[in-house]
């Protein structure tokens, strides 16, 4: 089993930035990926950034050039920040883990962009 467990998230003015952290506990030996999604109401949850073992990036089109995704491997931990925030980035927003095809989730971290 991983757990994992989101902070970081928050109010912010239209061109504020935040940082997302997710750290990463239990069985977090061959994580093959970690990344986060984000999720409105009445909408499907979607991907906004990942980041796999290889050092491979990926990017929703939407946040390219303002969101970043590191991974700390000694602290287990994953990192989003987010510069440049529009209103359109309210969400909430969820780690995930991919470990041995097998996906675990946070509980989610609401982020809100507004003035």
């Known amino acids: 089993q991983v757990l994992l467990v989101e902070s970081g998230g928050g109010l912010v003015q239209p061109g504020g930035s935040l940082r997302l952290s997710c750290t990463a506990s239990g069985t977090v030996l061959d994580i093959n990926a970690m990344g986060w999604y984000r999720q409105v109401p009445g909408k499907e949850r979607e991907l906004v950034a990942v980041?796999?073992?290889?050092?491979?990036?990926n990017y929703a089109d939407s946040v390219k050039g303002r969101f970043t995704i590191s991974r700390n491997y000694a602290k287990n931990t994953v990192y989003l920040q987010m510069n440049s925030l529009k209103p359109e980035d309210t969400a909430t927003y969820y780690c995930q883990a991919l470990r041995t095809l097998r996906l675990y989730w946070g509980q989610g971290t609401q982020v809100t962009v507004s003035s």
């Open positions: 980041i796999f073992t290889d050092g491979k990036l």
